[in-house]
């Protein structure tokens, strides 16, 4: 007892400092973790000791209800996993099944495809880049952001009749042509967008607070992000120079000049920039792809009723997330046997917990919002 | 920097108790003899210079109706466009896999979702809970003997 | 020192720069509307809810040949069928819509082979009771929209004019 009450100079020695380490729950329903996710944080005072992601709040069954459906119903659910970016998972999705047939998809419909990706992931980072802003505090961003991607929003309504959930991929090609006006509005669409990532860059790059809040925080090495498998935007923001469009080009990407946009520093701001960059790129992208669209047939030759003989692929493409893949099992039947679904954020997650140790709490937001990981994909 | 893709010839001499074939999905294919080879094999695909494949993209299992089969996609971040397959079959009654996680971060999640959706155990890994499904579920929903009355009945169907 | 005063001065600057571009936008033209007064016109292609809608002659299409069932991936169509008395015709005696199993994916519309069904630009279908969700459709007599143009098959569409993309030079001129 004497012991225990002798004085220690705690300002010296502040691990004498005898402090609970408490529990925080942060979600699963809570602002800043953008969908149905809990964080279980354990804090000594301000400092995160361990942080556990608890998924699985929005689980559906993706992989077991694929094999309770045909290959063609399938395509309208795979816009659910990924909704900021649909476009892509229903291509992956077609990708593999074409894979599995030999099926050649005409040129016209894998430029309508690229366009369409494009537009898409625009708008993902375009919501990305409002709710980053807001999670570090500028609510402004967010009203400019959500302003552009209504336009693009409002360019797929008009190309293939929803907003969010297309279905518009088809196995062999896409659904439907070009709507009569579709190049005119792109393109006035890409001349307003034009100015719009300088805009950001002045509200959000140069804001001292802005910077104050990413620079360092949250700092990805690349041996964490090889170990963890991550992609995309959050792997070129650690230095790694990787994106499937150019290193393995798939559809017609390897007839586009783009630029893979890469950061050295590997933090949140790093990532930020890495985002920023690609909008101008898909913009290029676009362009190009409007400037050289082929004439032709959307759609190759598939049977109504498709049956892949027996066999196996894995697919991938380069979703705004990351790699993105689908590994389809097929034993003839018009069902598939087994569908696997490799979802970029469910890699960017699972680095959460060495991503956060450490950290102060407020810093926890900032760095979930600058991984842009996406709850229903992670779920599936 | 664009080495050569991975051959199979290259695999089949540094694995002789393995079975390398050219694959069509992703690179070349590795099929392992026993699944207790498999960490020593991904230790080695991964710190050796000639392999460098430092990334588990992805993992995940299948369920043939007579037995387990793991798939193992690597690839590399240097070397970008090399990529391999590695299977290895497993029997359905309570085979011991041994875990990943030492090798491979991202792996720990990934066999917490084989277990969660397979019912395949990892020995040695460090928190073998199910991941997506809650902790109270009964069975494990992508073996092919999963019956759930709960499941969509399609009309006519 | 001199630090001690350009930090908090470039700071201020940053912020100013950010303001500047909120204040211009306090004149320009608002990008919102006003909704239930004002409303936004749909595109042809809008996929709103499934209707059956009826011809001049005010009758259906639908030959019962149950083809939207066996597509549905939800099971959000439930047809029952009868036949005609003293031959072997079949015909529609029940059409029901599980309107709450639906997500307006179309592929009910993109495989019917008698254009019977339409996806009308209908969106606002929110109700209190879960029992209004169930519809007969048969029993509706909606009219025939051409606008009505979602999930249609491909060549009954107005497509922009297929050529070679023009390159924006050329366009200008």
Not at chain 1, 140 to 164: A, H, K, N, S, V
Not at chain 1, 312 to 317: K, L, W
Not at chain 2, 34 to 51: G, I, P
Not at chain 3, 77 to 101: C, M, P, Q, W
């Amino acid at each position: 007892m004497e012991a225990q009450s002798k004085s220690v100079d705690t300002l010296s020695h502040p691990e004498a400092l005898q402090t609970d380490v408490i529990t925080l729950n942060m979600g699963p329903q809570h602002p800043s973790t953008h969908g149905a996710l809990r964080l279980i944080l354990k804090l000594d005072g301000e400092r995160v000791v361990s942080a556990q992601p608890d998924i699985g709040y929005v689980h559906r069954g993706y992989e077991k209800m694929a094999e309770a459906m045909t290959y063609n119903q399938y395509i309208y659910l795979t816009d659910r996993l990924d909704y900021l970016s649909a476009i892509f998972n229903e291509w992956c999705y077609c990708l593999a099944c074409e894979q599995l047939a030999g099926i050649e998809v005409p040129r016209r419909a894998e430029y309508l495809r690229v366009i369409s990706g494009e537009l898409c992931r625009l708008s993902s980072h375009l919501v990305w880049l409002g709710a980053m802003g807001m999670d570090v505090g500028a609510f402004t961003p967010l009203t400019y952001t959500f302003r552009e991607r209504e336009m693009i929003l409002e360019i797929f309504d008009l190309l293939c009749g929803q907003r969010m959930t297309f279905n518009y991929c088809r196995i062999g090609g896409v659904a439907r042509d070009l709507p009569a006006g579709f190049i005119e509005r792109v393109r006035d669409f890409l001349k307003y967008f034009e100015r719009m990532p300088d805009v950001y860059d002045r509200l959000l790059s140069d804001n001292a607070i802005f910077l104050a809040r990413t620079r360092g925080i949250g700092t990805l090495t690349q041996e964490l992000a090889h170990s963890h498998a991550v992609t995309g935007p959050n792997l070129r923001g650690s230095g790694v120079s990787k994106d499937l469009r150019k290193d393995d080009p798939y559809s017609v990407y390897a007839e586009f000049d783009f630029k893979v946009c890469t950061q050295s520093e590997g933090d949140a701001l790093a990532r930020y920039r890495v985002r920023v960059e690609e909008m101008r790129q898909s913009a290029r992208i676009i362009k190009q792809a409007l400037d050289q669209l082929p004439a032709g047939e959307i759609t190759a030759k598939v049977s109504r009723v498709f049956r892949p003989p027996v066999g196996e692929t894995y697919a991938r493409v380069e979703s705004s997330r990351g790699i993105q893949g689908f590994y389809l099992v097929s034993d003839g039947s018009a069902k598939p046997a087994r569908c696997r679904i490799r979802v970029p954020s469910f890699a960017g997650l699972s680095v959460m917990p060495k991503l956060l140790h450490h950290v102060q709490v407020a810093d926890v937001v900032a760095i979930m919002g600058s991984i842009d990981f996406i709850v229903p994909e992670i779920d599936r | 920097m664009s080495r050569p893709e991975l051959q199979v010839e290259q695999l089949q001499a540094a694995f002789p108790e393995a079975k390398a074939e050219a694959g069509k999905a992703f690179g070349p294919e590795l099929l392992l003899g026993s699944v207790e080879q498999l960490v020593a094999v991904c230790e080695q695909l991964k710190t050796a210079q000639e392999f460098g494949l430092e990334v588990l993209e992805d993992y995940t299992a299948l369920d043939t109706g007579e037995q387990f089969i793991l798939v193992l996609r690597l690839t590399s971040n240097q070397i970008i466009t090399r990529k391999l397959t590695v299977k290895v079959s497993i029997s359905r009654a309570g085979a011991k896999v041994p875990t990943l996680c030492p090798v491979y971060g991202s792996a720990e999640w990934y066999e917490r979702e084989i277990f969660d959706m397979f019912g395949i155990r990892f020995s040695g890994h460090p928190d073998m809970r199910r991941i997506l499904l809650p902790d109270e579920w009964k069975g494990h929903p992508l073996r092919k003997d999963y019956k759930d009355e709960r499941m969509l009945k399609r009309p006519g169907a | 020192m001199n630090r001690f005063f350009k930090e908090p001065w470039d700071a201020v600057l940053s912020l100013v720069t950010g303001l500047m571009i909120t204040l211009r936008q306090m004149f320009s033209k608002p990008c919102t509307i006003q909704y239930p007064e004002e409303r936004l016109i749909w595109p042809d292609r809008t996929r709103g809810r499934l209707v059956m809608p009826r011809t001049e002659a005010g009758k259906h299409k639908c030959t019962a040949c149950l083809m939207c069932q066996r597509n549905c991936p939800n099971g959000s169509i439930e047809i029952k069928v009868k036949t005609i008395a003293g031959s072997n015709k079949r015909e529609l005696d029940d059409y029901l819509f599980h309107l709450d199993r639906c997500t307006f994916c179309g592929i009910c519309v993109e495989t019917c082979p008698f254009d019977a069904l339409r996806m009308s630009h209908e969106h606002e279908i929110a109700v209190q009771d879960k029992a209004r969700l169930k519809l007969h459709l048969q029993t509706e007599t909606i009219r025939f929209n051409p606008a009505w143009r979602g999930a249609l098959p491909a060549k009954d569409d107005t497509v922009e004019a297929q050529k070679p993309g023009q390159s924006s030079e050329e366009r200008a001129d």
